[in-house]
């Protein structure tokens, strides 16, 4: 006998003496013997070797449990969630935590980019290590640094728990504030300009032909005096917040009139819809996670949006304000005199932070200043064929492409282009800046299409 040979015998000996074989034979003679033969000749034989298999009722049963543990699971997360929320750590665990934290991020060869890893040195973490800002928030360090601590490959790495975290750890917030603003040079004591909306009616529709941009939109961040921001609000604040907020958008007129939706209360679907029509924000960033962000969630979350959905209010993302005018067409002008009469309603009842040196504060130092961050979803497929000379040319413009999966443009060729600063120009200066570059790239893919008609 071969050794192949003799393998297959020594394996049907096994399948026999375990039974298989006969209880194969037996099922395919009951498959046999049936007289209406099933549809589902697996089924059957399954049914039939399994005498502990459920039947169809216990299996719908089980079915039915599952989908219930599941639910219940969730509301246990949630749960657990809320009560880590309400933790507080003691001064010594807070030490603990800081230094270990510290040292992964310095041990880390790998990711050596973010600003915290940059500015935070051991002298100041040793200064600020056991400051904290004033009761009843008490924000340490570790509040605002948690997250470049976790997520080494961060670019900035650190939130304001409050408006004193600005003040109490100046000496990190201010080098990375100034870095990521480019303003390193600036030895100015006042980085923001005062707040200026300056004459709307001189900001235009960049596409009045609808060829090229697809939508324009227009935010800005604010945060309501009083309150800490998102990484140290309790949950009775988040609620409070979105109270405020709300009562804000009673007196609403006009184009601004809308309804409040609290997340809580839009079932899973039609969220999902909202934010594929980028009216609406989800929960899920690792590095907000990190900080705090989705403690308590849903609660105190919520969208304030008029019928057109070119006016929209996010309660408690990130910021507790995010104001977006939006139009699905290249109409900045329109856009921008709707965002200002927005602002102006929301600030008749809401007083929000404003720090004499950085202008309108915000959880991200990136998004101090302005806070204004105005973008296209435009198609510029001719410029996209040569990235180098697309980025080249952003950069001159001051502007910024935001990528896709890595990717220049997502799969329809559509790009988001924003103003890159949002500290140390006035509103309108960054509008105008946006303008002017939106124009010049068009002009640029006019040019191409040109060329390559006569070419
Ligand atoms: P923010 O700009 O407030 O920091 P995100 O970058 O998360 O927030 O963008 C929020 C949503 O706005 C996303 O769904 C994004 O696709 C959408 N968005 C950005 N710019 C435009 C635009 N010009 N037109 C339509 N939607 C936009
Ligand atoms: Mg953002």
Same mark, same amino acid.
């Given at each position: 006998?071969?050794?192949?040979?003799?393998?297959?015998?020594?394996?049907?000996?096994?399948?026999?003496?375990?039974?298989?074989?006969?209880?194969?034979?037996?099922?395919?003679?009951?498959?046999?013997?049936?007289?209406?033969?099933?549809?589902?000749?697996?089924?059957?034989?399954?049914?039939?070797?399994?005498?502990?298999?459920?039947?169809?009722?216990?299996?719908?049963?089980?079915?039915?449990?599952?989908?219930?543990?599941?639910?219940?699971?969730?509301?246990?997360?949630?749960?657990?969630?809320?009560?880590?929320?309400?933790?507080?750590?003691?001064?010594?665990?807070?030490?603990?935590?800081?230094?270990?934290?510290?040292?992964?991020?310095?041990?880390?060869?790998?990711?050596?980019?973010?600003?915290?890893?940059?500015?935070?040195?051991?002298?100041?973490?040793?200064?600020?290590?056991?400051?904290?800002?004033?009761?009843?928030?008490?924000?340490?360090?570790?509040?605002?640094?948690?997250?470049?601590?976790?997520?080494?490959?961060?670019?900035?790495?650190?939130?304001?728990?409050?408006?004193?975290?600005?003040?109490?750890?100046?000496?990190?917030?201010?080098?990375?504030?100034?870095?990521?603003?480019?303003?390193?040079?600036?030895?100015?004591?006042?980085?923001?300009?005062?707040?200026?909306?300056?004459?709307?009616?001189?900001?235009?529709?960049?596409?009045?032909?609808?060829?090229?941009?697809?939508?324009?939109?227009?935010?800005?961040?604010?945060?309501?005096?009083?309150?800490?921001?998102?990484?140290?609000?309790?949950?009775?604040?988040?609620?409070?917040?979105?109270?405020?907020?709300?009562?804000?958008?009673?007196?609403?007129?006009?184009?601004?009139?809308?309804?409040? +939706?609290? *997340?809580?209360?839009? &079932?899973? @679907?039609?969220?999902? =819809?909202?934010?594929?029509?980028? %009216?609406?924000?989800? !929960?899920?960033?690792?590095?907000?996670?990190?900080?705090?962000?989705?403690?308590?969630?849903?609660?105190?979350?919520?969208?304030?949006?008029?019928?057109?959905?070119?006016?929209?209010?996010?309660?408690?993302?990130?910021?507790?304000?995010?104001?977006?005018?939006?139009?699905?067409?290249?109409?900045?002008?329109?856009?921008?005199?709707?965002?200002?009469?927005?602002?102006?309603?929301?600030?008749?009842?809401?007083?929000?932070?404003?720090?004499?040196?950085?202008?309108?504060?915000?959880?991200?130092?990136?998004?101090?200043?302005?806070?204004?961050?105005?973008?296209?979803?435009?198609?510029?497929?001719?410029?996209?064929?040569?990235?180098?000379?697309?980025?080249?040319?952003?950069?001159?413009?001051? +502007?910024? *492409?935001?990528?896709? &999966?890595? @990717?220049?443009?997502? =799969?329809?060729?559509?790009?988001? %282009?924003?103003?890159? !600063?949002?500290?140390?120009?006035?509103?309108?200066?960054?509008?105008?800046?946006?303008?002017?570059?939106?124009?010049?790239?068009?002009?640029?893919?006019?040019?191409?299409?040109?060329?390559?008609?006569?070419?």
């Amino acid at each position: 006998m071969t050794s192949i040979e003799s393998k297959r015998v020594q394996y049907r000996k096994y399948l026999e003496r375990a039974g298989v074989i006969d209880a194969l034979s037996k099922a395919l003679i009951k498959l046999y013997e049936e007289q209406n033969k099933p549809e589902d000749a697996i089924r059957f034989v399954r049914k039939f070797m399994c005498e502990s298999c459920p039947d169809d009722a216990q299996y719908d049963v089980m079915k039915n449990d599952l989908e219930e543990a599941k639910v219940h699971i969730t509301k246990l997360e949630q749960e657990l969630e809320r009560l880590r929320g309400q933790i507080k750590k003691s001064p010594e665990e807070y030490q603990e935590l800081t230094i270990a934290g510290y040292k992964s991020l310095m041990d880390d060869e790998e990711n050596v980019s973010s600003l915290l890893r940059k500015y935070l040195t051991p002298e100041l973490l040793e200064e600020y290590m056991l400051v904290t800002t004033s009761a009843p928030v008490d924000a340490y360090l570790y509040d605002c640094a948690v997250t470049g601590f976790e997520h080494h490959e961060t670019p900035v790495g650190l939130y304001a728990a409050d408006a004193e975290s600005y003040d109490v750890f100046n000496k990190l917030f201010d080098p990375i504030i100034k870095d990521y603003h480019g303003q390193l040079e600036n030895d100015n004591d006042v980085l923001q300009k005062d707040a200026d909306f300056g004459n709307v009616d001189e900001i235009e529709n960049l596409d009045p032909n609808r060829k090229y941009i697809f939508s324009a939109r227009i935010r800005l961040a604010r945060n309501i005096e009083g309150f800490p921001f998102f990484p140290k609000l309790t949950e009775k604040q988040f609620i409070e917040v979105e109270d405020r907020v709300r009562a804000a958008t009673e007196t609403m007129d006009g184009e601004l009139i809308g309804s409040y +939706l609290k *997340i809580g209360d839009i &079932d899973a @679907e039609t969220q999902a =819809e909202m934010v594929k029509r980028h %009216i609406l924000f989800q !929960r899920g960033d690792e590095q907000l996670t990190t900080a705090g962000c989705y403690r308590f969630w849903p609660t105190g979350r919520g969208v304030y949006h008029n019928p057109a959905e070119t006016f929209i209010i996010w309660v408690n993302r990130e910021d507790h304000v995010r104001i977006m005018s939006m139009a699905p067409c290249g109409d900045f002008g329109d856009v921008y005199n709707r965002l200002v009469n927005g602002l102006q309603e929301l600030e008749k009842s809401l007083t929000f932070v404003r720090h004499p040196r950085y202008g309108n504060l915000t959880a991200c130092p990136t998004n101090v200043g302005t806070t204004l961050r105005a973008s296209v979803h435009i198609r510029l497929p001719l410029l996209c064929k040569d990235p180098d000379r697309l980025l080249a040319l952003a950069d001159e413009l001051q +502007l910024h *492409i935001r990528g896709h &999966d890595g @990717e220049l443009a997502n =799969e329809d060729g559509v790009l988001e %282009i924003s103003n890159k !600063r949002r500290l140390g120009y006035t509103e309108f200066e960054l509008v105008k800046t946006l303008q002017d570059g939106v124009v010049a790239l068009i002009n640029a893919e006019e040019e191409l299409e040109i060329a390559g008609q006569e070419g």
